[in-house]
């Protein structure tokens, strides 16, 4: 089996469809892999985007990496019978040099959602299901996999809470309000910017929730030492579900200061892209493997085939399996997170479209997702998403 082509578009993505949000002119970009293995008439086709939060990737993915999948003899597996995410993955790697991760491990991680999803089509199973088939017997042993059988429904969080220019209070309490209609129990918002308005923000949130510790909140890497301890000395005893990105990634002195004090849950990892920066974290960032959280981004860690190795690895050194949080807030989250049995994942209803709405056939209810039950994905099941990948198509 082989790729024949690869597609990319880059789009801008914005936060909010509230023009006066700004996005800092934020792209992604958008893939479709095109293979050489029919169905009804038509190639396979694997979709995937670059999540949100790290822009497209086009000129990597069109000059580098698609480049090398194209070339290849074949991306089978030893069988000749399926396509094969890791051989594919080692393709796109040949002759990349460790370290430097930069924004390489983005458009790695695009090819690789989209080849995954091709291979599940081509297997025709919903990727968590294909997934785990391939990955769980070298993460689980034999007496795991019977207990961590795979869930019907995974933990969500919404994702959001923006500061807004105007009215911010009452817009944040809209906005949880809607959350809650649509049927979750947790969420979190934006904090960093100036504590007491952080606080009235937080006391706004929780109370359209079951109480603080339904509520994370994420501060984008803002503070310096002398802001995080200031927070967290705030923040201690509201009891809250998790304090994420307080610091500089690589400020595991920050961080590691803030966790000595902190008694509730820190979260920390969206901005570290490979196994060598996860180890870094666990040995110099302070956290507390008993209750804190790991937000690595699968697509940013170049892809589902390096993120399970990351999380492999985390599990070796003590993790439980429910510490992963990823970050993305997506469908392609659903299907991991359910495919390696983690914490729960990230969804954002009201940012980042055209991926922020869930196909219809999926239900929300006390905090739990249905998963998708179609071949791959499933980004064909939601009208907008369908729309944005067909671009490359026609």
């Given at each position: 089996?082989?790729?024949?082509?690869?597609?990319?578009?880059t789009i801008p993505i914005?936060?909010?469809?509230?023009s006066t949000i700004a996005s800092g002119g934020l792209t992604t970009s958008l893939v479709a892999v095109i293979t050489d293995v029919m169905r009804s008439g038509a190639p396979v086709v694997g979709y995937g985007f670059a999540s949100v939060g790290r822009f497209g990737q086009g000129g990597l993915i069109r000059e580098r990496f698609a480049p090398r999948l194209i070339a290849a003899d074949t991306l089978s597996n030893e069988a000749g019978n399926e396509l094969d995410p890791l051989r594919a993955w080692s393709v796109m790697m040949r002759g990349e040099k460790p370290g430097g991760h930069g924004e390489r491990c983005v458009a790695v991680g695009t090819l690789d959602m989209a080849i995954w999803d091709a291979a599940a089509k081509i297997a025709n199973r919903p990727l968590y299901q294909y997934v785990s088939a391939r990955l769980s017997p070298a993460l689980?042993?034999?007496?795991?996999?019977?207990?961590?059988?795979?869930?019907?429904?995974?933990?969500?969080?919404?994702g959001g809470g923006y500061r807004y220019p105007k009215d911010d209070l009452r817009r944040l309490a809209d906005e949880i309000r809607h959350f809650t209609d649509l049927g979750f129990t947790r969420a979190k918002i934006k904090v960093g910017t100036d504590l007491d308005q952080d606080l009235a923000r937080i006391d706004t949130a929780a109370s359209r929730l079951a109480g603080a510790s339904h509520l994370a909140v994420d501060a984008m890497n803002a503070y310096d030492l002398a802001g995080a301890l200031r927070a967290a000395r705030a923040f201690a005893p509201l009891g809250l579900a998790w304090f994420e990105d307080i610091c500089d990634p690589l400020d595991f002195e920050t961080q590691s200061r803030v966790a000595a004090t902190y008694g509730h849950p820190i979260a920390a990892g969206e901005a570290l892209f490979s196994r060598a920066e996860a180890r870094l974290l666990d040995l110099h960032g302070g956290l507390r493997r008993t209750q804190d959280i790991l937000l690595f981004d699968p697509t940013h860690c170049y892809g589902l085939t390096h993120y399970y190795e990351m999380v492999t690895d985390m599990i070796g050194r003590g993790w439980p399996r429910t510490a992963f949080w990823p970050h993305g807030g997506h469908l392609f989250g659903l299907h991991v997170v359910a495919a390696l049995r983690l914490g729960g994942a990230e969804l954002n209803p009201s940012a980042f479209a055209p991926f922020q709405v869930m196909p219809p056939s999926l239900t929300i209810a006390d905090g739990m997702i249905d998963l998708p039950q179609a071949p791959g994905?499933?980004?064909?099941?939601?009208?907008d998403t369908r729309r944005a990948f067909r671009q490359l198509l026609d």
């Open positions: 089996m082989r790729i024949i082509e690869v597609r990319e578009l914005s936060r909010y469809a509230d689980l042993s034999p007496a795991l996999l019977s207990q961590y059988a795979l869930p019907p429904r995974v933990s969500v969080y919404a994905i499933g980004f064909e099941l939601q009208d």
